[in-house]
């Protein structure tokens, strides 16, 4: 980081609080940190990917506007919003969706052969690595018994 940044930051080369642009002022309070309210999904296959997240991962449906190709899942403390676009992109292998499951094996059996079997990792859960019908890299997992987060 160089010295003007530095300054900027942590105010150690005799830069006062004038030359500190206003978006670099010190905190006077502690702020809540912002809570993630959904993750988004863009898909050419609207329904089947409402459908695949609801039926085979057991997500609730909050919302589901058809005419709007939108839906709102219920995904623990966040939630899923899958939307329908005609050029949605291609899936990245850049991030993933992580469930935690209760019964990870009821979620493999619905997988079908979409999914190898459920692997144990030696942090103390055991997981299995999907992908839905987008190709989106879904993993689930479920903490052994006397392990937890």
């Known amino acids: 980081m160089d010295t003007v940044w530095r300054s900027l930051f942590f105010g150690d080369a005799g830069y006062t609080a004038e030359d500190r642009p206003e978006c670099f002022a ?7 940190p912002p809570s993630l309210f959904s993750v988004e999904l863009r898909t050419p296959r609207w329904e089947l990917l409402v459908d695949w997240y609801r039926d085979i991962l057991g997500l609730k449906v909050l919302l589901r506007v058809v005419d709007d190709h939108y839906a ?6 966040t939630r ?3 939307m329908g676009r005609p050029t949605a992109g291609e899936p990245s292998g850049r991030w993933s969706l992580g469930f935690e499951t209760d019964d990870l094996d009821a979620v493999w059996h619905r997988l079908g052969a979409a999914a190898a079997p459920p692997r144990a990792n030696p942090e103390g859960f055991r997981e299995l690595v999907a992908f839905d ?17």
């Not at 010190?26 to 809540?32: C, E, L, R, V």
């Not at 709102?72 to 403390?77: I, K, R, T, V």
């Not at 987008?134 to 987060?149: E, T, Y």
């Open 26 to 32: 010190p905190m006077t309070h502690a702020p809540h």
């Open 133 to 149: 019908p987008d190709g989106n890299k879904v993993r689930l997992f479920s903490w052994s018994p006397g392990h937890h987060a």
């Open 80 to 82: 899923l919003a899958i």
């Open 72 to 77: 709102l899942l219920d995904a623990g403390s």
